[in-house]
């Protein structure tokens, strides 16, 4: 059978009523009260003729017949209290970057199409200057973080709840209602990735058991939330997929999703704190910018973590190093390197623990994955030649909102199979064991952010002063990459570094500003105008 969300939820809900769903700094929010605050909600929704639009069959894959909720908010009971409303009014919810600055985010709410706008206090103040430039967005809805006042005509998200019905929303849930996720620059500028609910929830949201079995009946579902025992720490934020893809995967399948009191940064001695006092399991963080810190605060200060079981790192690379000390510090630890995408969900893992060691890079493949050929004629067999494209098929997204060019490109089919492409270049071993050789184009990974080197180029091209710029990665023990802009001046002209960054500040994103400028008189292109990043990159690695 195929499910939605919405229906997993609520089965869940009503066979452990009393257990803790969420932990939030002093919120014990139980699995009940989940359920009636997400039913609250999604009327609230509904009330205002918010929901399904046009059936799934009559659209195309790249088609929406949705209304769209955008969630604009830190890590907290209200982000994942949103998505479930959403899925019980038949809205299509969307997460949107909280680091975004105004122009980028006009673009996205744009692109989105947003009718409604979840958003914490705190953002506000960027909320008001934008929310004229969004003609679609209807209906504001504020959660209170700081002390800012409610933007006219929004509503407070607890008046909100308290005046709504908590009865069970009257919307007919399908298995092909969507779950909308916006990468975050691996495809250029972000675009929206369509997942009918029954496939994501299968593809990494819980749907299938540890060992591949996938949950066939609801009877499944209860019966494996009845055992439940495990408590997850997402760290990374919900605004991308892996952070409220974790939470998800708890709350479908009984167990306790906590949050970190500190929601900005990521502070490894609070992050510790909490495992000891609410005996967390499993630990979610991003490769080595969130693993060095936690080793080092480990290793100069005692914390008790012999709850924990699991470390799941994704978004960045871990280094064997890392993992290496981490095991020392917390011998019981498996530490899984968990790879996906926004357009696969979880497509590989690799445990690293005390018995079998720490080693980075090469990932054992889950069901329905294939390495394709790089013209796509054909799955490639295990010991192949050279590289081929990671692909998934079975559970996959329809394609991205409004781009049927970009939904053909990345959504091939093969053989009569269609695959999700997203651009990953690997080798598949003899063994049968996978080579991860990384993403094929311009992105830039930092820190489990992902970085367009095309945006930050024109940003740094903003300046009066600059004449040309190359934007890639350079390796760091930090970030695992580090954004570095070469730069060519015009002639005569001159410009301080501050300058251009103050000058990039104004067009993205902070964590996409460059670590480090390196001026040359003259940068090298393709006689055809192109940037030449191989170029780029031997420069910036000298």
């Given amino acids: 059978m195929h499910f939605n969300l919405a229906t997993v939820s609520e089965a869940v809900c009503d066979v452990v009523p009393d257990r803790e769903a969420i932990i939030f700094k002093d919120r014990r929010i139980t699995y009940e009260t989940l359920r009636n605050r997400s039913r609250r909600f999604a009327n609230l929704l509904l009330d205002r003729g918010l929901g399904i639009r046009t059936p799934r069959d009559q659209l195309q894959d790249w088609e929406s017949g949705q209304d769209h909720l955008g969630i604009y908010l830190y890590n907290g009971n209200e982000y994942l209290e949103g998505m479930l409303g959403a899925f019980k009014a038949r809205l299509a919810p969307f997460n949107i970057n909280y680091r975004y600055v105004d122009e980028e985010l006009v673009y996205l709410l744009n692109n989105a199409q947003t009718r409604v706008l979840l958003y914490h206090s705190s953002l506000a103040d960027r909320v008001r200057k934008i929310r004229d430039r969004v003609p679609?967005?209807?209906?504001?809805?504020?959660?209170?973080?700081?002390?800012?006042?409610?933007?006219?005509?929004?509503?407070?998200?607890?008046?909100?709840l308290s005046e709504s019905d908590e009865s069970r929303p009257v919307a007919e849930w399908n298995p092909?209602?969507?779950?909308?996720?916006?990468t975050g620059g691996t495809t250029g500028m972000?675009?929206?990735?369509?997942?009918?609910?029954?496939?994501?929830?299968i593809a990494t949201l819980g749907g299938r058991r540890a060992n591949g079995h996938i949950l066939e009946s609801l009877d499944e579902y209860v019966e494996r939330a009845r055992g439940m025992g495990r408590k997850s720490l997402p760290a990374p934020p919900f605004?991308?997929?892996?952070?409220?893809?974790n939470a998800l995967q708890m709350l479908n399948a009984g167990g306790t999703v906590v949050i970190q009191d500190d929601v900005f940064r990521f502070d490894p001695k609070n992050v510790l704190e909490i495992i000891t006092r609410e005996q967390v399991t499993t630990l979610l963080i991003v490769g080595d910018a969130f693993g060095r810190p936690l080793a080092d605060e480990l290793a100069n200060h005692p914390h008790d973590v012999s709850s924990l079981r699991?470390?799941?790192?994704?978004?960045?690379?871990?280094t064997a190093n890392v993992k290496r000390e981490?095991?020392?510090?917390?011998?019981?630890?498996?530490?899984?390197?968990?790879?996906?995408?926004?357009e696969t969900g979880g497509q590989a893992s690799h445990v690293s623990n005390a018995q079998a060691g720490a080693e980075t890079g090469r990932f054992t493949l889950t069901a329905n994955n294939a390495v394709l050929a790089e013209d796509l004629s054909e799955v490639l067999a295990p010991g192949h030649k050279g590289l081929g494209w990671w692909a998934r098929s079975g559970n996959i997204p329809l394609g991205y909102l409004d781009d049927e060019a970009k939904t053909h490109e990345t959504f091939p089919t093969v053989n009569g199979i269609k695959y999700s492409v997203p651009g990953d270049k690997v080798r598949l071993l003899s063994d049968s064991t996978l080579e991860l050789h990384g993403r094929d184009s311009v992105t830039i990974n930092s820190g489990g952010e992902k970085i367009f080197a095309e945006e930050v180029e024109q940003a740094v091209k903003h300046h009066s002063a600059v004449f040309d710029a190359v934007v890639t990665g350079r390796k760091s023990d930090r970030w695992g990459s580090e954004v570095v802009a070469i730069v060519q001046l015009k002639e005569g002209a001159m410009a301080s570094e501050e300058s251009l960054l103050a000058e990039c500040e104004r067009h993205i994103a902070r964590y996409k500003l460059p670590k480090a400028f390196i001026f040359l008189e003259t940068i090298v292109r393709s006689p055809s105008g192109k940037a030449d990043y191989r170029w780029a990159k031997d420069i910036v690695e000298r």
């Fill in 190 to 201: 972000p675009k929206g990735v369509l997942w009918r609910q029954s496939d994501v929830l």
């Fill in 239 to 245: 605004m991308h997929g892996a952070g409220h893809w």
């Fill in 326 to 342: 981490l095991i020392q510090l917390i011998p019981q630890i498996n530490i899984i390197d968990s790879a996906g995408s926004s």
């Fill in 176 to 182: 092909d209602d969507l779950y909308i996720l916006y």
């Fill in 136 to 160: 679609s967005m209807e209906l504001l809805v504020q959660v209170a973080d700081d002390e800012s006042d409610l933007l006219t005509g929004a509503l407070d998200y607890e008046t909100a």
């Fill in 310 to 318: 699991n470390i799941i790192t994704g978004g960045a690379i871990m």
